[in-house]
């Protein structure tokens, strides 16, 4: 599976970005994530997608803020950002897991396939 994300950008805190991750191909991942990287942190898990039966999951800090979604036809990934923080601020990765648990979705170390990142700042 090959991943291509996009969408970054500058916006300031308050304000909105949409990232999308298009999948080269759907029907062998099983879950779609989207975890962030800030500058001297840890790569860090965002939200996830489950493509059957398109359940959600996000981290505490983006709950309510962030919402993950899915556009079957084109196999493509997003991400809806709203009222960005300058603690949002990351470089932000999708990636896509074949053989994931529920339990480990969290963790980068269950995905296989990585896109390569996408910055987002979000200015104060």
């Known amino acids: 599976v090959q991943l291509q994300a996009s969408g970054g950008g500058l916006v300031q805190a308050g304000g909105s970005l949409r990232l999308s991750c298009a999948a080269s191909e759907r029907t062998s991942s099983r879950y779609m994530g989207w975890f962030r990287q800030a500058p001297g942190k840890e790569r860090e898990f965002v939200a996830a997608?489950?493509?059957?039966?398109?359940?959600?999951y996000y981290a505490d800090s983006v709950k309510g803020r962030f919402t993950i979604s899915r556009d079957g036809a084109k196999s493509t990934v997003y991400l809806q950002m709203n009222v960005l923080k300058p603690e949002d601020t990351a470089v932000y990765y999708c990636a896509a897991t074949t053989s994931a648990i529920l339990s480990a979705i969290r963790s980068r170390r269950s995905y296989d396939y990585w896109g390569q990142g996408t910055q987002v700042t979000v200015s104060s």
């Open positions: 997608f489950r493509w059957s039966g398109g359940s959600t």
